[in-house]
């Protein structure tokens, strides 16, 4: 039985390897295993949301909500805009891509990438026969190169891809840029990633009432701790929601994640602290490997660090197999468009975490 010719043709997904993988593999204990491999946090969820988890068990043989009201009113009031702006996904915020894809993409649409970036858009789109065309990161000045946008849009082009802070560069782009780009092309959907923008401290959701063709996407499974979970949602004005409503699963949020989310946005401190020592273990981080002779870190405005590592003679999957036998995961970022074999990505953990980290990953270069 042949599957369509699009599924066919395709590659599967590479994710970041999980510590029970790892485990297996390298016959490791599990509790051992430091993770810097996927951006989650590291200090565990939210207490409140765990005991809410606890007693909402008792009632999932119910259908979860379809309305999600009461969750959609907490994002709004996190976000800082109306309820009617927000969009919830059940499958983190892939799922809102992926709705976004199946109410705006036809067969032969091209969307816009600057590589590299994360990977999940071309992936999704590709299955809806949308074209990816790619634009750059300049990566010797760490920043957008703006005219390869404008140079890649066509009469064809639905929407461009633009991750701020960038994964894995770590990278903002700014505000007039976006701005300029959803002026310039209002009949493109302009898609800003802000899956980390917590740990950047800014945002370009207002840039939502000011233009009918930017989209925010933004998730639970970094600063917020429920990466397990599987919960994103999304920004932008009343049309664009309505139309993905349309479209979207009714019941992909289950019940544990519904009263997880509630609990998490209503637990400010929990939401605090863990932005501030995710900022923490970013700069001890970025400043010890700064410190190791051949590794060139990029400074970030998220929970990871991107690291050139070519001046070690070590190849990205060569580094993270070594580390990986002594039971440290990183994101080998080979199957990352627009970078070569010598990139590895890496993200904040627990102090005691990342100066284990810094200890092993010596031991491995010298
Ligand atoms: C830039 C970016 N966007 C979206 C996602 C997906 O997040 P979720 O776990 O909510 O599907 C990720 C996950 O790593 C990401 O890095």
């Not at 297996?24 to 939210?46: A, H, M, R, T, Y």
């Not at 969009?87 to 091209?110: H, M, N, P, Q, R």
């Not at 923490?280 to 990029?298: A, C, H, M, T, W």
Request: proline share 4%; charged share 30%.
């Amino acid at each position: 039985m042949k599957a369509r010719k699009i599924v066919d043709e395709m590659d599967s997904y590479v994710p970041g390897r999980s510590q029970d993988e790892i485990a297996q593999d390298f016959n490791l204990k599990k509790e051992d295993i430091i993770k810097l491999g996927s951006n989650e946090n590291p200090w565990g969820p939210s207490p409140k949301a765990m005991e809410a988890i606890k007693e909402e068990i008792k009632s999932i043989n119910r259908y979860p909500e379809s309305q999600l009201k009461e969750l959609v009113h907490e994002m709004a009031k996190y976000a800082g805009v109306k309820d009617s702006q927000v969009i919830v996904g059940g499958d983190g915020a892939d799922e809102v891509i992926d709705v976004l894809a199946k109410t705006f993409i036809d067969e032969g649409d091209e969307f816009i990438v600057p590589l590299p970036s994360y990977m999940y858009y071309e992936y999704l789109l590709q299955q809806y026969g949308a074209k990816p065309v790619y634009a750059r990161w300049d990566l010797e000045k760490n920043e957008l190169d703006v005219d390869s946008i404008f140079e890649a849009i066509s009469d064809k082009t639905k929407m461009i891809f633009l991750c701020s802070p960038n994964n894995p560069t770590g990278t903002l782009i700014e505000k007039e840029v976006l701005a300029d780009i959803a002026s310039k092309n209002p009949e493109v959907l302009i898609i800003i990633d802000e899956a980390y923008f917590e740990y950047s401290e800014v945002t370009n959701k207002d840039l939502i009432n000011e233009f009918g063709n930017v989209f925010i996407i933004r998730t639970m499974s970094k600063v917020l701790g429920l990466a397990g979970m599987r919960i994103g949602y999304g920004l932008a004005c009343e049309e664009i929601i309505e139309y993905m409503h349309r479209i979207k699963p009714v019941f992909s949020l289950t019940r544990l994640s519904f009263v997880a989310a509630l609990n998490t946005f209503r637990d400010t401190e929990y939401i605090e602290e863990s932005i501030q020592k995710g900022i923490e273990s970013r700069q001890y981080l970025y400043d010890e490997v700064s410190k190791i002779e051949g590794l060139n870190p990029f400074p970030s405005k998220s929970n990871f660090i991107l690291i050139r590592i070519k001046d070690t003679g070590f190849t990205a999957s060569e580094l993270t197999f070594e580390l990986m036998k002594r039971g440290i995961i990183v994101r080998d970022c080979t199957s990352f468009k627009g970078l070569d074999d010598y990139w590895i990505r890496i993200s904040i953990c627990t102090l005691e975490e990342d100066k284990k980290f810094i200890e092993i990953l010596k031991e491995v270069l010298n």
